[in-house]
């Protein structure tokens, strides 16, 4: 079954602009990943948040973690064309022996 | 090139053949999974392993499932008698460890069964 739910499920916006998506998850995590699927192609890696931090850039990514509220969100700034794809979220615990469970993915749109 | 690759990319079958995947891990990578994604959903986990031994396989995976991965190295992925529900991209990631988190896809392979 999967663990995390992405909000929104799809996202449009302007080359320039913000995007934001949000993952909620159900049980205790060690991490919560984010990672990057262009269309029909393998899913890449884009940054790891451990359960005792709060926040990590990394270039133009900005990640949050609330443990208390069990939800983490993804701030892509100053988007380009590039960055349309599938946002997964994924998570694990060392319960389940740091196995992912992922979320249905955002998939975003940036326009020209 | 030193990522995952897995073989083939796309694969057509008729319903009830068999298919094998094939995925070679990063080389220096001990643990190995392998996920199933259907369109617009995120990947659901198989199967994994530990260098040769596998560890768990999920409920998802029914006796015409089977992984190996034969001295710890590339792994496989037969489907027996495939079904039309077998259709999915099917993914194989791998990581160093099981103190390294981060997990390295491979690009899947399409699997239609018709």
């Known amino acids: 079954s999967q663990q995390g739910e992405e909000d929104p499920q799809a996202l449009s916006i302007q080359e320039g602009e913000n995007a934001t998506m949000n993952c909620s998850y159900k049980?205790?995590?060690?991490?919560l990943q984010w990672y990057r699927q262009n269309s029909g192609r393998g899913l890449v890696h884009l940054i790891l948040?451990?359960?005792?931090?709060r926040e990590k850039h990394s270039g133009r990514l900005r990640v949050t973690l609330d443990t208390s509220k069990k939800s983490s969100s993804l701030l892509i700034t100053a988007s380009r064309a590039a960055d349309t794809a599938s946002y997964f979220c994924?998570?694990?615990?060392?319960?389940?022996?740091?196995?992912?469970?992922f979320g249905a993915g955002t998939t975003v749109t940036v326009r020209a | 090139d030193t990522g995952v690759s897995q073989n083939p990319r796309h694969k057509i079958t008729k319903r009830g053949q068999n298919v094998t995947f094939r995925c070679d891990p990063i080389?220096?990578?001990?643990?190995l999974y392998w996920y199933r994604q259907t369109l617009g959903q995120g990947p659901e986990f198989l199967t994994y392993f530990q260098n040769e031994a596998q560890l768990e396989k999920s409920r998802l995976l029914s006796d015409r499932f089977s992984a190996e991965r034969p001295k710890g190295s590339f792994s496989t992925l037969e489907i027996q008698r495939t079904e039309q529900g077998d259709s999915a991209m099917y993914l194989c990631a791998s990581s160093l460890d099981v103190t390294a988190y981060e997990q390295y896809f491979g690009p899947g392979t399409r699997l239609t069964v018709t």
């Open positions: 049980t205790s995590i060690n991490n």
């Open positions: 948040i451990r359960s005792n931090e």
């Open positions: 080389s220096e990578h001990n643990r």
């Open positions: 994924a998570t694990d615990s060392r319960s389940n022996d740091y196995k992912l469970s």
